[in-house]
C-alpha cells in the first residue's frame, strides 16, 4: 500500500473526466487499497476520487461515519462506476477539498439521492442517503466527471429559492 | 489594508483593480459587497510605494472615500468556521449588539457577520447571519442566546466536508 500523490488546483488533470471501469481484478483492488490510505493521509476527508490521484477510472471512496455530530450514513463505501439516479430537495452547505488546499465555500447540493454503483468485484450496488453523506457523494462524483467544487461555489447571500432542481451539470434556471 | 467607499455605479471594481495594477501592487484577500446604495471595498494589498497615490486619479474620478491601514496580517490564516447563527426579528435598535455581546461573552468568535434589512420600510425585518467558531458547545452558544425574547435565534453546527 501506498500513499498516492494528490493532484492539486490548477492541475488541468482535474479537469479531464474519467472512464468507467471494465476490469473489477486484482489491480482494480490494489489501487482502492491505495487510494483509501490516500484519504487516510489526508487532514480529515471523508472521501477522495480516483482522479484526485491522477487515475480517470470512475471510483470513489466515502466515509462520513466519523464526523463531529453524528449524521445518517451508511459507513464506508467502496463505490465503483457510481450514478446517481434520482436527486431531491437542495441546501447550501460549506465544502473543501483535498485538490483546493486552504479554501472552503458554500455548494448548494440535493439533500437526498438514489444511486446505483458497483462494488470492487463487480457486484451491483444500490443506496438511498441523504444530507452530508448524500452530500459528500455529489461532490466525489463531481470529480469523476472533472468538476471541483470551486466550480459551484455560491455566495451565502445567494437566495436558494430563486434556484430549481438541482441536476447534473449544475445548479439550472 | 485598504478600504474604499462610494456610491455604487458600474466599474469602481475594475477601476481601482487596474490602477493597483498598474501601479504594481499585489491584490490578497478581498471583500466587496453593495450596501444601502454605496459601493464598499476592502482589500489586502501588497507592494512598495505609496498605495494613496496609485489610487487617487481613479479614486477621485469615482468619487470614492479612500483609506489605508498598514497591516502585519498575511494571506493562509484562514480560520473554518463551525458555528452558524441567524437571527431574524422585528427591527429595533440593539439586536446586534445584544446578540454578538453574549456571543462574545461566550467565547465564540465572529469570522463573517452579513445583516440586512427586509421587510418593508413601515415594517423593516431585521435579518443577520453569522459564522464563526468557537470550542464550547452549540448547546452553551444557544443558552448564551435564550435570553433576547423578541428576536428568532437559530443555532446551527457548521461541518465542513472535505473530499
Redesign the interface.
Known sequence: MAVLEILRIPDERLKRPSEPVEHFDDALRAFIADLEETRRHGPGAVGIAAPQVGCFQRIVIVDVSNTRKPVPNHGHMVLVNPEIVHWEGYEMGREGCLSVPDYTGNVIRATHIRLKARDPHGAALEYTMEGFEARALQHEIDHLDGTLFIDRVVSRRTDLFRRKVYQKGGAKD | MLTLVGEDRPGIVAGVTDALFRGGWNLGEASMIRLGGNFSVMMMVRGTGDVTEALRPAAQSMGLHMHVDEISGDL?Q?M???IQVRVSGADRAGIVAQVTGALAEAGFNIL?L?SDVAGSRERPVYIM?I?GVTETTLERVEQALDALGDVDVSVS???????
Open positions: 493562509h484562514h473554518v468556521p463551525n463573517e452579513e447571519n459564522q453546527s457548521i461541518e465542513t466536508l472535505i473530499g
